[in-house]
């Protein structure tokens, strides 16, 4: 089969094309064999190309964690991947958290509500414990996670959602989409500029996957008992180290979120459970995620590229065909 695999790690330019054996599914049945539609690509996907990751990562290497494609049975479904392998025209999959797709609902959509639909729904729910009437404020919101996000906490009663985006255009489509206020996350004082979008009140919840001085800003800019949830560390940049009377003033909050551990912990609560709420919630045409866009699977490095560029939204997948 086709398939992109690493042999060394590095930067986009490691994703290269090869023809590789078909996958083997163990005998215990945990895993099955997809024949892959379309792949889910993720800006952590960028992170395990360079083995700079939360987990370790081996050689060689097929990147991927969520797929869309059919099962032996004729089944349309999206799964995850043991954690790689899904960059290819064949994947494992676990059949204890797949879910059926129609053949009329687009593989950009189906494949949004994996990683990113579920990790917006534990950042607001499981994490930031949202309740009506708060302050949301939502980095990079006119990417996969930012966009539902937003949708998501205007769904669920949020009193203002404060969304950044690096461009006017996703500003736009930031408000489009239910945003009360964008801001320019280029701002000098990025924190105050936060309080003013919130009329001059700390915020109570912040979902922040850039690290760095985007993360200090956003603890800078929490009230009390406001919660900062950190799912990403997508600028490469450490923030500084956070003192723990800077968190008693004000009764702040700093919590992280893997979305493998809500899935390791327990499949039903961790994806059925939000997934069910998900689709539910499209199907009302309460939440609509956005189409993003599809690269052939021999062009994942122009993927990778237009992720770590910074120039996508919503969902960006490979297909096969």
């Known amino acids: ?30 895993l099955v064999v997809v024949d892959v539609e379309a792949a889910g690509v993720n800006y952590a996907d960028t992170h395990a190309v360079e083995n700079s990751y939360l987990s370790p990562q081996s050689l060689p290497m097929i990147p991927g964690s969520e797929v869309l494609g059919r099962l032996a049975d004729g089944r349309r479904v999206c799964g995850f991947t043991n954690g790689t392998g899904g960059y290819a ?15 009329g609902m687009p593989a950009t959509t189906a494949l949004s509500l994996l990683v990113q639909g579920l990790t917006a729904w534990h950042l607001l729910r ?9 302050t949301v404020v939502v980095h990079a919101a006119a990417g996969g996670v930012g966009s539902l996000a937003v949708q998501l906490a205007k769904a669920w009663g949020a009193g203002r959602v404060i969304a950044t985006a690096s461009s006017p255009e996703k500003r736009d489509l930031a408000l489009g989409l239910g945003a009360d206020v964008a801001v320019d996350p ?16 700390g915020v109570d919840i912040v979902l922040e996957m850039t690290g760095g001085p985007v993360f200090d800003a956003s603890l800078a800019a929490l009230g009390r ?11 490469r940049t450490a923030p500084h180290p956070v003192a723990p009377g800077s968190l008693m003033v004000g009764s702040k909050s700093v919590i992280g979120f893997w979305l493998m ?19 539910t919630l499209i199907g009302q045409g309460i939440v609509r995620p956005l189409p993003g866009a599809e690269y052939p699977l ?16 919503g969902k960006v997948i490979l297909t096969t065909g």
Request: glycine fraction near 8%; include cysteine; charged fraction near 20%.
């Open 1 to 30: 089969m086709r398939a992109i695999q690493l042999t060394t790690f590095g930067g986009p330019e490691v994703l290269q094309l090869a023809e590789v054996p078909d996958p083997v599914p163990p005998a215990n049945g945990k």
């Open 89 to 103: 025209e064949k994947a494992l999959v676990r059949p204890v958290d797949v879910f059926d797709v129609p053949d």
């Open 126 to 134: 499981t994490c930031g414990r949202l309740q009506p009437g708060e």
């Open 186 to 201: 280029a701002e000098p004082d990025l924190g105050a500029a936060l309080i003013e979008a919130n009329d001059g009140r």
């Open 225 to 235: 008992f406001g919660r900062l949830v950190t799912y990403g560390m997508a600028s």
């Open 261 to 279: 551990d809500a899935i390791a912990q327990d499949p039903a609560t961790g994806v059925v459970t939000p997934l069910t709420e998900l689709i």
């Open 298 to 313: 021999a062009e994942a490095r122009a993927a990778h590229e237009a992720l770590l560029a910074r120039t996508t939204t």
